[in-house]
């Protein structure tokens, strides 16, 4: 892996042909505006890369089961869980999207 932009863009190596062109991986960049959030640059969301990896761990745990792929599973499904709930929690409260300091 190697960071492009710090907590926004990464280039994820490929498993075995490491001579290949490495993966995207971009994040969604918003900057504060005043109160409001600004979009910088478009891009994917955590809760998206949870979703793609828990519905591939559910992929290979039903070719290759295992206790551990079962924990893996469980708790990315918590961190999406979580991520969904603070997600509420701010739209609730009206800052969703805003800059609080």
Known sequence: ME?????????????????????????????????????IFDGTTNEEVLAVLIDRMKFLNEKFPCDENEIAIRKLEGALMWLNKRTENRKARGVEGKHMK
């Open 3 to 39: 960071v492009i932009v710090k907590g926004h863009k990464y280039l994820l190596d490929n498993f075995e042909d490491k001579e290949a062109d490495p993966q995207h991986l971009q994040f969604i960049c918003k900057e504060p505006n005043g109160a409001e959030l600004v979009t």
